[in-house]
């Protein structure tokens, strides 16, 4: 099976050393444990020196590329201070360019399972990008539970699967 995993535009990933940021920190360990069946691309942007492509142990690490970066971070926090409908994290705008870049690329290279991190508003573009794929949606954080139950229900039709973590206990 081919899986990409999809690392929010915030987490760059270093094959073989620790990550950084949760969702980050998730999606490798996930990376490394289906590596072992499975081929596995995590999509992650691109920081510094990295190379665009690189291969740790059965992981295939691709990177984006994108110069917006810091407008998003200003928007981020600009729409924080405003009660919208939904966060910022969950505008069709949000980093718009790394996630065409990443749905570009598995148009060319299509999977089997699209692991898609906290964006219900992709599972859209990659239902596209990808139509006889998987997409799943891991909800890492309680964000959605603060979100307008309509904009909810639009998104999550895209999903096959939703993933959730809890603290719950039997």
Do not use: C
Not at 115 to 127: C, E, K, S, T, W
């Amino acid at each position: 099976m081919r899986i990409a995993l999809l690392n929010q535009p915030q987490d760059p990933v270093v094959g073989g050393e620790e990550q950084r940021g949760s969702v980050a920190i998730v999606n490798w360990e996930l990376a490394r444990r289906l590596a072992e069946r499975h081929e596995v691309t995590v999509y992650a942007p691109g920081g510094g020196l990295q190379a665009p492509v690189e291969q740790w142990r059965g992981i295939d690490i691709r990177r984006t590329r994108f110069s917006a970066r810091y407008l998003h971070k200003a928007l981020q926090l600009t729409a924080g201070r405003f009660n919208g409908r939904y966060p910022y994290a969950f505008s069709p705008l949000y980093h718009r360019e790394y996630y065409l870049q990443v749905a570009r690329d598995l148009r060319q290279r299509p999977v089997d399972v699209v692991h898609i991190p906290v964006q219900v508003q992709l599972g859209g573009l990659f239902r596209r990008a990808v139509p006889r794929a998987t997409i799943a949606l891991h909800v890492h954080q309680d964000e959605l539970a603060h979100v307008d139950h309509t904009f909810l229900r639009g998104h999550l039709a895209s999903f096959d699967s939703i993933v959730t973590v809890s603290d719950l206990s039997p």
